[in-house]
């Protein structure tokens, strides 16, 4: 196996896009090593991008907040203006696995990872997160959405490297949350999680909203049908009407698999369940109650 | 394969080894470096036997590359006693029993210590949120949490 550790992340894709044989990107290695371990692959090159500057900060910046690729998600919890402006995005992300995890892994990596139940995705989705891809022809930057196309599926064409995720900056009277639903309280993959992100207008009345949903499909789904049902509502009286609109335009948007986690029916209801309370602490983020 | 040099420091001491770019962190301990208090459990990262400390923070060693440690700063389990005294945390599961059969020990004392180092009047809650990463089969996690407290109040106290 060759170890590269290029220092920019144009040199990064050059190997990638040269690579003869199987090549791989590292950054935290908590899903490649254990990939790797099991002999589900055998890399012929792994090119570490943590010696990459521009993959290794936090910025803030006049757009918003740039994530490097290489930033752990422990630094991201560590970071109060980031917190502060999106708090759904950085608790979504300190939810993958344990302590020793959360030093090693990135978001970046849980999104190529490809995995419906990834839990850093629905949170960056619900939060309009873009990623920025370098790649042999140059430069592009993709909504997150649009980045993974199935289980273990990505859009990122042979050489392309994610450097970075950009987060825009929060807007007057927003909030987001994530909720997620395990068998236990901590350390599990998700059976259902619901990412939420409203704009409120100067009567507390939701104006935008987008609203994604985790393994409970082949990727993870952004429910524009979900983030209509609650446009124009309030919810801090409790209209139960909006909620069970918002509800039912989740649980039409699924379509997930029966496993040992939970059942086709279950994810269904939880789904709804999740999207209605990660709606409300949205809406208490956004200034709304 | 290829073989890599690698330059380090495990526990304050520089250090080079030469490792297979496939190998992990914690066989280069082990098998090349000798030091074998850190333990493989699952591989997998999810046991937490294997926990060392890289450049300040807490990983699983068999997450890691030997060739990753390349100018790190790695701390294990061998370096946690200053010679001869044992760290508190030490001496406090030994008081306690907060083991039994030991293999997880190294990892629990390593992720206490950062515990410690970041918080040291952690609560109930903190210690088994901050221990989560590191499973037990033999104490039943509550002699531990005991001993961690112990250890904080004593670590509290030389401050």
């Known amino acids: 196996m060759r170890y590269e550790t290029p220092t920019t992340t144009r040199e990064a894709a050059t190997l990638m896009a040269q690579a003869k044989g199987s090549a791989f990107v590292l950054a935290g290695g908590t899903d490649l090593l254990v990939r790797m371990k099991s002999g589900l692959i055998e890399p012929d090159l792994v090119v570490d991008i943590k010696h990459i500057p521009a993959t290794q900060s936090i910025e803030k910046t006049a757009a918003g907040f740039r994530i490097g690729a290489a930033v752990p998600a422990v630094a991201m919890s560590e970071n109060a203006a980031l917190k502060k402006a999106w708090p759904g995005v950085v608790e979504a992300a300190n939810l993958i696995g344990s302590d ?80 997620r639903f395990i068998p236990r309280t901590e350390m599990d993959i998700a059976i259902v999680s619901a990412g939420v992100c409203l704009t409120l207008d100067n009567k507390r009345v939701i104006k935008k909203a987008r609203v994604a949903l985790g393994a409970v499909a082949p990727t993870v789904v952004l429910v524009p049908a979900a983030a209509k049902a609650i446009v124009g509502s309030k919810l801090d009286d409790l209209n139960d009407e909006v909620m069970e609109k918002l509800a039912a335009a989740c649980a039409a948007a699924c379509s997930p698999i029966d496993d040992k986690r939970g059942t086709v029916e279950f994810r269904i209801e939880v789904a709804g369940v999740l999207a209605r309370r990660a709606a409300k602490i949205a809406y208490q983020r956004a200034g709304g109650a | 394969m290829s073989a890599v040099l690698v330059s380090t420091t495990v526990n304050g001491d520089q250090t080079e080894f030469v490792c297979q770019t496939d190998e992990t962190l914690l066989d280069v301990l082990r098998n090349r470096l000798g030091l074998t208090g850190s333990k493989e459990g699952c591989g997998t990262g999810d046991c937490g036997a294997c926990s060392v400390i890289v450049d300040g923070r807490l990983v699983c060693s068999c997450l890691v590359l030997g060739v990753e440690a390349e100018g ?65 089969r033999c104490t039943g996690y509550d002699k531990i949490v005991r001993a961690v407290k112990a250890a904080a109040k004593e670590v509290r106290k030389r401050r």
């Open chain 1, 100 to 179: 020793q995890i959360q030093s090693r892994c990135t978001i970046v990596g849980n999104l190529c990872n490809a995995s419906p139940a990834a839990d850093s995705v629905p949170a960056m989705i619900a939060a309009g997160a873009k990623a920025i891809i370098v790649g042999p022809h140059g430069r592009r930057t993709v909504a997150v959405e649009k980045v993974v196309t199935g289980p273990g599926a990505m859009s990122l064409e042979k050489g392309e490297v994610i450097e970075a995720i950009t987060l825009p900056k929060r807007p007057p009277k927003s909030g987001d949350a994530f909720l």
């Open chain 2, 72 to 136: 790190s700063e790695v701390n294990t389990i061998e370096g946690l006693a200053d010679g001869d005294n044992l760290h508190p945390l030490q001496s406090k599961f030994i008081e306690h029993a907060a083991l039994q059969c030991g293999v997880c020990t190294p990892g629990f004392l390593i992720a206490a210590k950062v515990l410690l180092d970041r918080n040291p009047n952690p609560s109930d809650v903190e210690i088994r949120f901050a221990l989560a990463g590191n499973l037990c």
